[in-house]
């Protein structure tokens, strides 16, 4: 699979590169947090017999967070599970194209409509100022996730936007040599 980011112009390309570094650091600092956290609650519990108090209220929204930048990180690779037999069944470079383009015009629709409802989310909580909904025991506003959830659904337009200029860029031509190079 080709890269993104060899398709748009090299400072662009760069920042897009940038974005996806940070993303892929906030996963593994998450990785190591979660990590940390369990064998704290393993010594807490077993060794001396305590609870580690509210851990998984916190544990829940950095869940949240991983989930929505591993979405978006997916997104740019082009690695998210996918039921395409299509693409070994279409060999005329002309038709892999359109449908790749279909394919990919229906997952940015669905993107940016998620993206708006996420909007609409935290628009609401932010309404709600004072009365913000929060975690039970160490008052963490919702919004705090529902971010995430607008993080992950904006990135993820965004990607999709940026395959889809490249796929039209790049014209059915390039769509034989991008299929060849996936099998």
Same mark, same amino acid.
């Given at each position: 699979m080709t890269?993104?980011?060899?398709?748009?112009?090299?400072?662009f390309g760069r920042l897009i590169d940038r974005m996806v570094r940070a993303k892929e650091w906030l996963l593994a600092i998450g990785c190591l947090i979660m990590a940390g956290t369990f064998f704290l609650v393993?010594?807490?519990?077993?060794?001396?017999?305590?609870?580690?108090? !509210?851990?998984?209220?916190?544990?829940?929204?950095?869940?949240?967070?991983?989930?929505?930048?591993?979405? !978006?990180i997916g997104t740019h690779d082009k690695t998210h599970v996918n039921a395409d037999l299509l693409s070994y069944v279409i060999k005329d470079p002309k038709w892999a194209w359109v449908r790749t383009g279909l394919v990919g015009t229906i997952e940015l629709v669905v993107a940016l409509a998620l993206t708006y409802w996420?909007?609409?989310?935290?628009?609401?909580?932010?309404?709600?100022?004072p009365r913000?909904?929060?975690?039970?025991?160490?008052?963490?506003?919702?919004?705090?996730?529902?971010?995430?959830?607008?993080?992950g659904f904006g990135f993820m337009?965004?990607?999709s936007l940026l395959h889809l200029i490249v796929l039209i860029?790049?014209?059915?031509? !390039?769509?034989?040599?991008?299929e060849e190079q996936d099998t």
């Open positions: 890269d993104l980011t060899q398709n748009l112009p090299p400072l393993v010594i807490f519990r077993y060794g001396f017999n305590e609870d580690l108090f !509210a851990y998984e209220e916190w544990l829940l929204i950095i869940c949240f967070w991983m989930y929505f930048i591993g979405a !978006a996420s909007i609409l989310m935290l628009v609401d909580e932010i309404a709600s100022y913000w909904r929060t975690t039970i025991a160490l008052g963490i506003p919702f919004f705090v996730p529902r971010l995430a959830m607008l993080f337009s965004f990607y860029k790049n014209g059915p031509r !390039a769509q034989k040599s991008i």
